[in-house]
């Protein structure tokens, strides 16, 4: 593991999880540079394989009376446990038991009306469900394409942030790791042919073991960071040769599964609002 000092060097020893999460991140201004420095972080972490993912911002767990004496930390929880949004835009301090269980129900309810269309298992209809957008899902996007967790951090943004996560090696197209309470999916391996979103992306996703409708310390994913990087959307960050995934591959307009989904999810809201 590694973290970021004042002194704008890596530290190798003596590093924690929470220290990389206390962290500014790393500051990178070349995509060329961030191969490299990754490339340390996995030399040093050959226990775990390495994901990552891309965001604008660095969420703290600074909101709230809890906090107000603490270091802020980063966090990363999946879209199921996250407060609702104010009118700005902006989290809410806190999501209530009563919120999270009420998004569950809503999850059943969507398995329910897709029929045989998806999967027997939970685990694969909340996988699809997150990565399309469909619902709030206990899973969190993680990817093994640098470019695209770099593409994401930086898009539609001027700076952004990509974490690199330790977490077991994959056993199979969905892996059960009970000892951890993690369970983690290959996303290119159980979607449909016509799903080219989650192909193009290299999409993995990840959450905790057994799912239940709680907000627990194991649905944050960023207590599995080994590494934080600040990046600068600036004219040397992207060259020739290393160029940012085009949007139309990030989103391609010409994938039938999502058109489904989309209707499958205008069909959910319309029963569930006529109830």
Known sequence: SFYYETIKSWERSDATVNKIRISPGLPVESFRKLVEEVAIVTLNNQ???????????????SQGAYYKDKTPRTII?????????KKDGTYKPFIRKSRIVERYD????MIE?????????????????????VLPTPFIDITQSLRI??????????????????????????SHFFDQGIV???????SPP???RPRYQEGYLVGKFPIRPTKEASDNLARRL??????????????EEFTPMPEELLFPKDDAFEHRLNELKRNFFKKHILK
């Open 226 to 239: 080994v590494a934080k990087f600040h990046l600068k959307n600036n004219s040397t960050f992207w060259d």
């Open 149 to 174: 967790a770099a593409t994401f951090a930086l898009r539609k943004s001027k700076t952004g942030y990509l974490y690199v996560f330790g977490l077991p090696f994959p056993n199979g197209s969905i």
């Open 47 to 61: 226990n775990y394989e390495m994901f990552y993912r891309g965001q604008n911002i660095d969420y703290k767990d």
């Open 77 to 85: 929880y999946p879209t199921i446990c996250r407060p609702d949004r």
């Open 184 to 190: 983690l999916i290959k996303l290119q391996n159980v």
């Open 194 to 196: 016509r799903a080219f």
């Open 113 to 133: 009306l897709t029929g045989q269309e998806c999967y027997q298992l939970d685990e694969l209809n909340l996988s699809l469900f997150q990565h399309y957008e």
């Open 106 to 109: 809503d999850l059943k309810r």
